[in-house]
């Protein structure tokens, strides 16, 4: 996904720390899965791994024979448990760039310029406790699915809701997974809302999040957990302005959109 964090302020020390890891390198891919129809992961293998803070994302960069050069920023997937690698999901966007490429023409063992891990603002480690509210749009997904590996990969693990909105049943991103981390009992729920086709039997929501879900969401939680959204801006507006209307303080609420990102 392409993602356009709001940043947070960081330190001389930090900001001195990032360039040192910035440099651009070579990954491999390692593997290649399809999520959904419109959407793949790629497993890429680095040379100079650094471990990420789940929230975080990677530039990736294509240069054509004669120079033309096109990046994208693309949020990590994985959880920084998995040493020597990173796992990013994108969404293959019609009019794009990077995605059709990678899409299209990508093949496992091909080697592609990265660099990273940047960002500093939109993360989450256990280290800073919950409770945590986790609201999605579409591949919207793809950094808070870092922060719930992560979460299953540490303790204690703080009570955690996911919100997720997808068009279709057959959108859902990570859909099995999801379901398998929710059936662990360990104060993991998965909540999904279907905006536009819902399968047979489908007990979930089906609407676009507005201010009546997000109370139910958020009751179990108590008034003040740690809120995470991405996803489309009018989602993420809406999300985060019905939160507030609903009685979340403001500074627990982080946010993340789609956009362009910066060279």
């Given amino acids: 996904m392409t993602s356009a964090a709001t940043r947070g302020k960081r330190s001389a020390t930090a900001a001195t720390s990032e360039r040192r890891v910035l440099d651009w390198q070579l990954a491999t891919i390692a593997k290649i899965r399809e999520e959904t129809p419109r959407v793949r992961s790629y497993t890429l293998r680095l040379p100079n791994w650094t471990p990420h803070r789940p929230g975080q994302h990677y530039d990736l960069r294509l240069t054509a024979a004669d120079g033309y050069s096109v990046q994208r920023s693309y949020s990590i997937?994985?959880?920084?448990?998995?040493?020597?690698?990173?796992?990013?999901?994108?969404?293959?966007?019609?009019?794009?760039?990077?995605?059709?490429?990678?899409?299209?023409?990508?093949?496992?063992?091909?080697?592609?310029e990265v660099r990273g891990p940047i960002g500093g603002y939109f993360v989450w480690n256990a280290a800073l406790g919950g409770p945590l509210l986790l609201i999605a749009g579409g591949s919207g997904i793809v950094p808070l699915m870092a922060m719930l590996r992560h979460r299953a990969a540490t303790a204690p693990r703080p009570p955690t809701r996911l919100l997720y909105s997808s068009r279709t049943h057959e959108d859902i991103i990570y859909a099995d997974e999801l379901r398998d981390v929710a059936a662990r009992g360990d104060g993991l729920e998965v909540i999904h809302t279907l905006t536009r086709s819902q399968p047979p039997g489908w007990t979930g929501y089906a609407r676009r999040i507005d201010d009546q879900m997000l109370t139910e969401v958020r009751r179990p939680l108590g008034n003040a957990p740690l809120v995470f959204i991405c996803g489309p801006t009018p989602l993420v507006e809406a999300a985060a302005n019905g939160l507030v209307r609903i009685g979340v303080p403001a500074q627990r609420i982080r946010t993340e959109r789609f956009g362009p990102s910066g060279k």
């Fill in 77 to 112: 997937a994985s959880g920084p448990e998995r040493e020597g690698e990173i796992e990013v999901t994108v969404e293959r966007v019609t009019d794009g760039e990077v995605s059709p490429f990678l899409h299209d023409v990508a093949v496992v063992g091909d080697r592609i």
